[in-house]
């Protein structure tokens, strides 16, 4: 058995997990954005300094690129060793070399200013692109999928490379006359596993192991504009969330059919 | 063995055409080719008498028919996930606690008093267990979720387990399972260790024990 491992500036881990719950960050009098609230500890000269800081404004001409939710997130500047942590969710590093990731914007914890921050079209998400490391936080470990795959909307992270994802509906159960029934009365349920997200191209699609969800970040609103997905509309209110969609036909539109 | 373990929260399955499985509704959280998700309204498996038996047992627990092919990730509410295999044996498991299992095993639920009388139904109240609790019979695997980490004790005759009731998962084999007290007197004035009833196992098989004492 070994006893608790103690460290000391020198003896923690550059840009690498201290255990599976920490990650430490090391900053040459350079800068790092992290999540409000994630940093634990810091060893060293480091300054926290919210967004809308004015010496910070070429750095985020580069790389922060969500005005909305700017808030939420403030730039580490410094030398030293910074340790991050989220609730205990497991924490990973994520090295990425000109390419393009997209996360749920609660389990993005840090990045560094060589990757540029963009909200995706997707919203509640963000998209990472460029050369650089970001450090994410999963309830469980992230397990790597490769498309073509389905995934419950609950348990996806994030993916890299592929084509954003689309809608699967999936309630063959819910036609027919049985199935009719089964909508009316409620008899019987529904196996919660109506609904996914569809993943098809060539990339690589990030899964948590289970379907708890991390506090939801809002992404920032972006314009209303004609065009703009979510645009104008607070977030959370995308057309019929939660509500089973119902296939045309279907015999539980009799209640529509007859007026009631 | 249609189940891998892809970490401790998560196992894959493997889905062919004509094989069916069932798991907890909502568990499902990716899949690859064509598969379905069906609920059933039965509970399980059986017709319609064993479907009163288990709603009258308060052991239907929401299940969904998996059916076609291609692989299945499941993983439920962040619980750590443990693959028991079953030779021909009967796994005796709280119905909450079935994450998924193949559908060529034989699903029953048992009266804990048909194990120990009275005091059969005196343990299955402290286990929380309840008075009845579900069987598992024949050749598959079964995905059973804990609350933190399992671990599998032996049983031999030589050597019964004693396991306390909250840290009970789920046991196979051909095992006779007893409540033992070790009430004192301090227990009644309020000054007891917190370990008064254990549960015993003796007999031949296999019992789970999850390293919290966190229900469900």
């Known amino acids: ?260 | 063995m249609p189940f891998r373990e892809i970490n401790s929260k998560m196992v894959e399955a493997t889905v062919a055409p004509g094989q069916k499985m069932f798991s907890q509704r909502g568990a499902m959280l990716a899949y690859k080719g064509e598969v379905s998700f069906t609920p059933n309204m039965q509970g399980g498996q059986g017709g319609l008498m064993s479907m009163i038996g288990r709603r009258v047992a308060n052991e239907a627990t929401p299940l969904m028919t998996v059916e076609g092919s291609g692989t299945v990730m499941f993983g439920h509410g962040g619980h750590h996930i443990q693959v028991i295999n079953l030779a021909g044996d009967t796994l005796y498991v709280e119905a909450d606690r079935l994450l998924a299992f193949d559908g060529t095993l034989q699903q029953g639920t048992m009266f804990m008093g048909s194990q120990g009388g009275v005091m059969g139904m005196v343990r299955g109240q402290v286990t929380g267990q309840g008075l009845f609790t579900t069987t598992l019979k024949g050749h598959g695997a079964v995905a059973v979720m804990a609350h933190g980490g399992v671990i599998e004790l032996p049983i031999t005759p030589q050597r019964p387990v004693h396991v306390d009731p909250q840290a009970y998962v789920a046991h196979h084999g051909d095992v006779r399972n007893k409540l033992s007290t070790a009430l004192g007197w301090r227990d009644m004035v309020g000054r007891g260790s917190g370990e008064a009833f254990q549960l015993e196992l003796s007999g031949n098989g296999a019992v789970y024990v999850q390293a919290s004492e966190e229900k469900l």
């Open chain 1, 1 to 260: 058995m070994t006893g608790p491992v103690i460290f000391d500036p020198h003896s923690l881990p550059a840009d690498d997990n201290v255990n599976k719950y920490t990650f430490c960050v090391e900053l040459k009098s350079s800068q790092w954005f992290l999540q409000k609230g994630k940093m634990i500890a810091y060893y060293g000269r480091i300054e926290f300094n919210g967004i809308g800081h004015g010496r910070l404004d070429r750095l985020l001409r580069t790389s922060f690129h969500s005005p909305l939710h700017a808030s939420d997130w403030v730039v580490a500047d410094g030398s030293g060793k910074m340790l991050l942590a989220d609730r205990a969710f497991d924490v990973n590093s994520y090295d990425l070399e000109d390419g393009n990731l997209t996360i749920r914007a609660g389990n993005l914890l840090a990045y560094q200013p060589t990757l540029a921050l963009k909200q995706s079209i997707v919203p509640g998400f963000l998209t990472l692109i460029g050369t650089g490391k970001f450090v994410a936080a999963s309830n469980g470990p992230v397990v790597f999928m490769e498309p073509p795959i389905r995934v419950d909307p609950q348990a996806l992270v994030g993916w890299a490379d592929c084509p954003s994802p689309c809608h699967h509906y999936d309630h063959g159960y819910m036609t027919g006359v049985l199935g009719g029934i089964r909508s009316l009365t409620g008899l019987g349920g529904t196996s919660g596993e109506e609904h996914q997200f569809e993943f098809v191209g060539a990339g690589t699609v990030l899964l948590q192991s289970t379907e708890a969800l991390m506090a939801e970040q809002t992404t920032g609103q972006v314009p209303a504009e004609p065009g703009v997905p979510g645009g104008g509309a607070p977030a959370g209110a995308g057309g019929a969330a939660g509500s089973v969609p119902r296939l045309p036909g279907q015999l539980g539109d009799l209640q529509r059919r007859f007026g009631l």
